[in-house]
């Protein structure tokens, strides 16, 4: 008997941003739609530049509005937050909605130690005492793996290493037990056994809270692990999406071959040198009218001139003109699929 999908969390509907430069209104986003249910893990990839963070830190309103234009559609649990005032969104962040930054150095603030700032936004969004938070941030610290929390509450970010303090934003995203957890690049600058420690915790958020997670990253090893869902993003569009089993096991964007190829193999012969995109990602201001990978793309024909169809493969879709009868033999000249053992 199938089972009922679990009920819809975050709903994105043509999500556009745009820039005011001193050229006018620079579109970074172009209408970008997905969904995201509870309990689920969705991964957004892609290279630096390619519109991952702008994306999620535009529906959760941290931008600037007096530069950054927001256009589009986004409901979280029935509420509708580019409508919300700032106020109404500061009492949803860090409650319902945690959010890890890309770098948590930045995300800390110097002069207060970790333990004041976890505890800071406990009692930001729950009536209770300044020592049952500091409490409770001890147990936090100790929940993601920090040795000696008690000691640990107690120092500032400076006198942490790297992956200490990301376990110490990963701590203050999880102290009030959010509905949806925001992940940007966890595991950028971490050692690969810490990796494995970050990733294993995101997976226990899931199994002790129910949270769902919307994990940003360009590292398609961590998506295959953890991810139940891939959006691939290129150029401020979603060029393909599905799940992580479809997208790995029948990738349809030439953007998605390059960037699986790009993964070392663990099997057969060491290669001398890793294939790679030829070019550079484009600017906002250099995307192209078409398809924005065209340029880049050694597939690309007249047709990539104008914005690329939809194409549809059961529940996989991607943003290309190539059609279904030639896609598995170019796929084939840069992308060798291994089959599941």
């Known amino acids: 008997m199938n089972q009922s999908p679990s009920p819809l969390l975050l709903d994105v509907q043509g999500l556009s941003v745009s820039f005011a430069t001193d050229r006018g209104r620079v579109r970074a986003i172009d209408d970008v739609s997905f969904q ?58 860090g409650k319902e909605i945690g959010l890890i930054s890309q770098d948590p150095m930045t995300a800390l603030t110097p002069v207060y130690t970790i333990g004041w700032q976890i505890a800071e936004q406990i009692r930001a969004h729950e009536s209770i005492s300044a020592r049952a938070a500091r409490k409770r941030s001890i147990e936090l610290l100790g929940e993601v793996g920090l040795a000696n ?34 992940a940007d690049e966890p595991t950028t600058a971490l050692d690969v ?41 290129y150029a401020g569009r979603i060029v393909e ?11 349809m964007h030439p953007y998605s071959w390059g960037l699986l190829a790009s993964i070392p193999s663990l099997t057969g012969k060491r290669a001398e040198r890793l294939p790679a ?15 924005g990978f065209a340029p880049r793309c050694r597939f690309a024909r007249g047709e990539c001139l104008s914005r690329p169809p939809l194409r549809r493969q059961g529940d996989q879709s991607a943003l290309c003109v190539l059609q279904p009868s030639e896609r598995d033999a170019l796929r084939g000249s840069i992308l060798t699929l291994e089959e599941p053992a």
């Open 193 to 233: 056994t810490v990796q494995a420690q970050v990733l294993d915790l995101l997976l226990r958020l899931r199994k002790d809270f129910g949270s769902a997670i919307i994990l940003i990253t360009h590292d398609m090893g961590v998506v295959a692990e953890v991810a139940d869902r891939v959006n691939v993003m």
């Open 149 to 182: 929390p008690g000691e640990a509450v107690d120092r500032y970010p400076h006198q942490l290493s790297g992956g200490m303090r990301q376990r110490a934003v990963i701590a203050m995203a999880l102290s009030c037990n959010p509905a949806l957890l925001v």
């Open 277 to 291: 995109i030829g070019g550079m990602p484009p600017t906002p201001e250099s995307i192209p009218a078409g398809c």
């Open 241 to 251: 999406r599905g799940t992580t089993e479809e997208v790995f096991s029948h990738p």
């Open 36 to 93: 995201l249910r509870e309990g689920e893990i969705l991964s957004i990839v892609g290279e630096s530049g390619s519109g991952k963070s702008v994306t999620l830190l535009s529906l959760l309103g941290l931008h600037d509005p007096q530069t950054t234009f927001v256009d589009g559609a986004v409901a979280f649990r029935g509420k509708h937050l580019l409508q919300m005032s700032e106020r109404e969104m500061r009492r949803l962040r």
